[in-house]
């Protein structure tokens, strides 16, 4: 007989910094909703007690501290979409968690905590017309080894540089996402305006634009690299072939 140890809950909280941009001259709805908000994964592995990880809670975290960063202005709207929208809008966005993935040492043979998250953000215009589906991948890591702390602090933090990871893909990718160029930054009074941009280090690469997290200091491990196509090595080379080629 098989015996498994207690189950096991993570509340991840934290606070996020403000992203190191110009913020673009948009006035940007949200809309929240109570399954974004009030999330909750849980998953029993096989032979391994049931973990229960809350990240509504940090959802809101960081999307308030990321879009507040990125816009003039951001106003949260109701949950109801049937409600009056503020005419100074230029557009929606409506943020979801549509994906929770982890692993867990025993699982992998490794003495790595992971967390993947995937996120679907829905960009509307003020009428509620569709604009387009942007998703979004965020992936983080844990060694409870290296930190000696328990199971449950690793998962958190694996969590919370999954969040992170999610931010620095939207700023650095908001111009090119669906319908952006098209609809959103034309709503911008002076369209000759340079756009603001992320920080570049002197060989052009970009900077993490949540530099002032000191979570940032860790880097992730390289064995994540091939496997998530919106890390933070590939959106370098994204960024750098993008620019060789313009």
């Not at 160029?181 to 280090?201: S, W």
Request: net charge negative; glycine share 6%; hydrophobic share 40%.
């Amino acid at each position: 007989m098989v015996l498994v140890s207690c189950a096991k809950t993570v509340e991840v909280t934290t606070d996020f910094p403000r992203p190191l941009l110009e913020p673009y001259p948009l006035v940007a709805g949200v809309r929240y909703s109570p399954e974004l908000t009030d999330f909750i994964h849980t998953e029993n592995p096989e032979l391994q007690p049931e973990w229960t990880i809350k990240l509504g809670t940090a959802n809101l975290q960081m999307f308030r501290a990321l879009l507040n960063g990125m816009f003039i202005q951001t106003i949260e709207l109701d949950a109801d979409t049937q409600a009056p929208v503020n005419p100074e809008i230029d557009f929606i966005i409506e943020p979801k968690l549509e994906e929770v993935e982890f692993s867990v040492p025993q699982q992998s043979g490794s003495d790595q905590f992971v967390v993947w998250l995937r996120y679907n953000l829905k960009l509307l215009q003020p009428d509620g017309q569709l604009i387009g589906n942007w998703r979004i991948t965020g992936y983080g890591q844990e060694d409870e080894g290296d930190l000696g702390m328990g199971s449950a602090n690793a998962m958190k933090d694996a969590a919370i540089t999954a969040l992170r990871d999610a931010a620095a893909s939207i700023v650095v990718g908001f111009t090119k996402a669906p319908g952006v160029e098209e609809y959103i930054l034309t709503r911008i009074d002076r369209p000759d305006e340079a756009l603001p941009e992320v920080a570049l280090l002197e060989d052009g690469v970009p900077d993490d634009p949540l530099a002032e997290d000191p979570l940032a200091e860790g880097p992730l491990a390289e064995d994540h690299l091939s496997a998530d196509p919106l890390s933070e090595d590939n959106l370098i080379k994204s960024h750098e072939t993008a620019e060789d080629q313009s």
